[in-house]
């Protein structure tokens, strides 16, 4: 592979996986709160449908509502991302109701409410299939776009990808530095303890629940205005159930999350270049192959032989790899918080 | 999972209640929907009705997606009973329709003719294989959740991503069509290997009969065997259980067996009694439609009949929607959610005020 190649296919992973990044670091933020919202694939999907229909709708009155200003453009690509995250904390906020305040079963109501946001997508969706329609422009920063090799891959993305930078850096620090994110962590590990401690369980569990759902919603319309433009039928498919199984490959930690969502990134690039390689293989498996790759490394790291594989290694590589691949799930992760 | 107990608790009337009081409000919620799309929700629903029940024809399909469904759920409901949400029964639906696939292949020629074997026996074969694709696939899953303790949410996804692949990787690949059919899937089987249909429709007496069996047999081992309720002890608390000696791991495989059976059966149902090949997407989301009724049944397999009629009719009718009034066929799937989403809210909302607790 050649440099320009390669740096271009760098630049694309950070790109194409800045909406599985919004969608994880979205759900482990309310995994840390405790609160398992299972709908991602759902939410991704109806975000996305609903994110670009929004987008879509307001391009067509542009003219009219902003008199030809040049913020129009920017005007309803914002819209459509404000749209995406509203249906997303609506739909985690129906996950929080039911499995806080109801105690239902957080999986049953999160697989009720992705197989319902599939369909619902499918169903409003139908009159946006296929149209082109308004996406976020490209936007090199400048001097730091110029720096040879690292500026063309960090530094001349869009919009989305940046923030998607940002969002990893803050969300590992307001876990690690900031006293809220203490709190957060306190009321998914031990809820009573954070509850004697004055902290008002159940509304943060809904509140970063609902905040969980606007990011993974945030990841559906970063999917349909800046990966894989427009709105097609079932458009996001697989996404969502990736990204929830990157927040445990992640063991819940933002960095390691991200990591691996590069890696699925890394993962769909390559089955890209397979493909070429491979003329005998049907084009049509390629693009399947990074799913099952994924859930597969995610079973091998999570799983009890991955232990006593390492268990061979001598004490220092051990512990080392030991704290990079293990992590264990916020104690109080999908239980029901009783006030006594 | 004891919403079932509640239920129990009430009388006649209290349950008539809880079933009728979402029932309406999810036709609320689904005329809302409606009306945002710009459709008129008495007619919608009539035509939903129509197209689902008007002809002996749409009988005859609405029957093809019951049988489906209930042996789909009449599995399910194992799985659940032993506590374990087997998500990936979509996976095991296609690996059985992959397995019966193949084993078809065997006797027939480049085009689909029957060369050997008799009709009859090549079909019980088909049948006994897809069983075994089913297995194999459930078993899987079983053992990373209890194994390799991964939740079975993921082995179960993972593994359906593998079976969609494989099926991809086989209809465009090895068993692609050489006369390049016009229909996406492999060479139509031999009408000799089709399961004999009622007379001009699409619906088999067999695969009626095996519904029902699947469904009885179901019935009577979770209610009357000692198998049954060792999957009730694992399922609701599977530490107990073991303490009280019940091969925990041998319970746990059998629920993931038996459940993969079924869904083995009804990918194998799907190829001798309704496509006659591998089409992709083979199991049109029955698997997680399956999960829908057994949560919407309370895991009583006496309402798994009824429920998957209901959501059967839904989804044949939803065809004629998009085909008279332009309305897409997903609106189907949109009507089941939002009903087992209110069954379920509902539910919570009267132990709540009881100031029961809930599970």
């Known amino acids: 592979m050649s440099e320009v190649v390669l740096i271009a296919t760098l630049a694309?992973?950070?790109?194409?996986?800045?909406?599985?990044?919004?969608?994880?670091?979205?759900?482990?933020?309310?995994?840390?709160?405790?609160?398992?919202?299972?709908?991602?694939?759902?939410?991704?999907?109806?975000?996305?449908?609903?994110?670009?229909?929004?987008?879509?709708?307001?391009?067509?009155?542009?003219?009219?509502?902003?008199?030809?200003?040049?913020?129009?453009?920017?005007?309803?690509?914002?819209?459509?991302?404000?749209?995406?995250?509203?249906?997303?904390?609506?739909?985690?906020?129906?996950?929080?109701?039911?499995?806080i305040t109801l105690r239902r079963d957080q999986v049953a109501v999160g697989f009720i409410m992705t197989l319902l946001a599939i369909d619902l997508s499918s169903f409003a969706g139908v009159n946006f299939v296929r149209k082109p329609g308004p996406s976020v422009g490209h936007l090199p920063i400048p001097a730091l776009a110029d720096i040879p090799v690292v500026g063309p891959i960090l530094f001349s993305q869009d919009a989305v990808t940046y923030l998607s930078f940002l969002l990893i850096i803050g969300m590992a620090v307001f876990f690690a530095r900031t006293q809220p994110g203490l709190r957060?962590?306190?009321?998914?590990?031990?809820?009573?303890?954070?509850?004697?401690?004055?902290?008002?369980?159940?509304?943060?569990?809904?509140?970063?629940?609902?905040?969980?759902?606007?990011?993974?919603?945030?990841?559906?319309?970063?999917?349909?205005?800046?990966?894989?433009?427009?709105?097609?039928?079932?458009?996001?498919?697989?996404?969502?159930?990736?990204?929830?199984?990157?927040?445990?490959?992640?063991?819940?930690?933002?960095?390691?999350?991200?990591?691996?969502?590069?890696?699925?990134?890394?993962?769909?690039?390559?089955?890209?270049?397979?493909?070429?390689?491979?003329?005998?293989?049907?084009v049509q498996v390629f693009p399947l192959l990074p799913f099952p790759l994924m859930i597969l490394t995610l079973v091998i790291f999570n799983s009890d032989g991955l232990v006593r594989a390492l268990s061979l290694l001598p004490l220092g590589p051990r512990r080392f790899l030991f704290g990079l691949l293990r992590s264990n799930p916020p104690a109080a992760l999908g239980t029901h918080f009783r006030q006594e | 999972m004891s919403s079932l107990a509640a239920t129990e608790r009430q009388g006649w009337v209290g349950r008539v209640l809880l079933v009728l009081g979402p029932v309406l409000l999810a036709l609320v919620i689904t005329s809302g929907i409606l009306v945002l799309a710009g459709a008129n929700p008495q007619a919608t629903l009539l035509k939903l009705l129509a197209g689902s029940f008007g002809t002996a024809v749409k009988r005859a399909d609405v029957a093809v997606v019951w049988v489906s469904l209930v042996i789909c759920t009449a599995g399910l409901l194992v799985s659940f009973t032993a506590g374990q949400w087997n998500i990936g029964m979509e996976g095991q639906i296609v690996m059985g329709a992959i397995v019966a696939t193949w084993v078809g292949r065997q006797f027939v020629d480049i085009s689909g003719v029957l060369e050997r074997g008799a009709p009859l026996l090549v079909i019980a074969a088909m049948v006994a294989g897809g069983i075994c694709g089913g297995v194999v696939w459930a078993t899987a899953a079983g053992a990373l959740k209890v194994l390799g303790k991964v939740h079975e949410i993921f082995a179960g996804l993972g593994l359906n991503f593998v079976a969609s692949a494989a099926s991809i990787y086989l209809i465009f690949g090895t068993w692609k069509q050489k006369s390049g059919g016009t229909l996406s899937g492999t060479v139509l089987l031999d009408e000799q290997l089709w399961l004999p249909t009622l007379q001009g429709l699409r619906a088999s007496p067999y695969s009626l009969g095996l519904a029902v069996v699947v469904v009885a047999a179901v019935y009577f081992a979770l209610r009357g065997t000692l198998w049954g309720l060792q999957l009730k002890a694992v399922g609701r608390n599977l530490r107990a259980a073991r303490t009280l000696g019940v091969a925990t791991h041998r319970v746990l495989f059998s629920a993931y067996a038996v459940c993969g059976a079924c869904a083995g059966l009804a990918g194998a149902v799907l190829v001798v009694g309704v496509h006659h090949r591998l089409i992709p997407g083979i199991s049109s989301g029955h698997g997680f439609m399956g999960i829908l009724i057994a949560l919407l049944s309370g895991f009583q397999a006496l309402y798994i009949a009824p429920i998957a009629l209901f959501f059967a009719a839904l989804s044949i009718g939803s065809i004629a929607l998009q085909l008279d009034l332009k309305l897409d066929s997903s609106l189907a799937g949109v009507v089941q959610g939002v009903m087992v989403l209110c069954v379920l809210l509902v539910q919570g909302v009267r132990q709540w005020r009881s100031g029961g607790s809930g599970t």
């Open chain 1, 12 to 99: 694309s992973i950070l790109a194409d996986s800045a909406p599985i990044i919004f969608a994880a670091l979205g759900e482990t933020l309310n995994e840390r709160a405790g609160v398992v919202n299972l709908s991602v694939e759902g939410t991704m999907m109806l975000s996305a449908m609903i994110g670009f229909a929004a987008a879509f709708v307001l391009d067509g009155y542009g003219p009219m509502l902003f008199m030809g200003t040049d913020l129009a453009p920017y005007i309803t690509v914002a819209a459509g991302f404000a749209a995406a995250m509203l249906a997303g904390a609506l739909i985690a906020l129906v996950v929080a109701f039911g499995s």
């Open chain 1, 184 to 282: 957060l962590r306190g009321i998914g590990e031990r809820p009573q303890a954070a509850f004697a401690r004055g902290t008002n369980v159940v509304l943060m569990r809904y509140l970063y629940t609902a905040l969980g759902g606007a990011l993974i919603g945030f990841g559906g319309a970063a999917f349909s205005l800046h990966v894989k433009l427009g709105w097609s039928h079932r458009h996001t498919a697989g996404f969502g159930w990736v990204a929830l199984a990157i927040v445990i490959f992640g063991g819940w930690d933002p960095l390691k999350v991200a990591l691996g969502a590069y890696f699925f990134g890394a993962l769909r690039a390559a089955a890209t270049t397979l493909q070429a390689l491979l003329p005998a293989v049907p």
